[in-house]
């Protein structure tokens, strides 16, 4: 049972480009979330899904698009990379059974946009 | 929407004594508080959680109280140990909603 897992867990990127990160979780959660780590600011929600076929948008969505085909996967996109997204980028899942349930954090991807 | 504030954003304390972290929320509906541990380069993890139909849980050296009427939860380490330094962030959470993060506070833990 491996969790939540992410990959790359690191890349560096030029202004423009494009990437997809990819979050798997093996605990057959409903909910699944993005968000950026930045010094000082915590962590901020750029997109959710409640469910497979679904997504939302979250706090800081800008420049970023996101995809949940299957149950398991939850892929984030940066369509064209820039400086500020620069960040480390956390998914988390979680159950829900009618009561609030905690998040499962994966261990990150740091990413560089140079 | 929710919004939590966290305080203090670093403390420092002597090995063996206490810390606690407070934080706010604003919104009411909010019924589910969730701490998180983060140690330099590593993953959130949930240390403890607190559902809002009780006012205090225990879990070894960590607690958390919550008061509902005032708005806000504490975090309260006894006994602290080095390995206790980390990033710590609270959260709100309304069933249905999204969670909202505190901005986190960096506790050191000197020998």
């Known amino acids: 049972n491996a969790g939540v897992t992410q990959t790359p867990k690191f890349r560096v990127l030029k202004t423009g480009q494009s990437m997809t990160l990819l979050c798997a979780q093996d605990m057959n959660h409903e909910y699944m979330y993005w968000y950026r780590q930045d010094p000082g600011m915590g962590l901020r929600l750029i997109h959710y899904s409640v469910g497979e076929g679904t997504t939302a948008k979250g706090e800081v969505p800008d420049g970023y698009n996101v995809s949940r085909l299957k149950k398991q996967n939850f892929l984030l996109g940066l369509e064209s990379a820039a400086p500020s997204q620069t960040s480390v980028y956390f998914c988390?899942?979680?159950?829900?059974?009618?009561?609030?349930?905690?998040?499962?954090f994966g261990d990150g991807t740091r990413l560089s946009i140079l | 929407g929710e919004n939590v504030e966290q305080h203090p954003s670093t403390l420092s304390v002597q090995e063996g004594d206490s810390a606690v972290i407070k934080c706010t929320y604003s919104?009411?509906?909010?019924?589910?508080f969730p701490w998180y541990k983060q140690e330099l380069g590593k993953r959130p993890q949930l240390i403890i959680d607190i559902r809002s139909n009780v006012g205090e849980k225990k879990d070894q050296r960590i607690a958390v109280t919550l008061n509902k009427t005032a708005k806000h939860f504490s975090l309260h380490i006894t006994e602290t140990q080095p390995e206790d330094s980390a990033v710590y962030f609270c959260?709100?959470?309304?069933?249905?909603?999204?969670?909202?993060f505190g901005p986190g506070t960096r506790l050191s833990v000197l020998p």
């Open positions: 959260a709100a959470h309304n069933y249905g909603q999204n969670f909202v």
């Open positions: 988390a899942s979680s159950y829900m059974d009618g009561s609030n349930q905690p998040q499962h």
């Open positions: 919104d009411s509906a909010s019924n589910y």
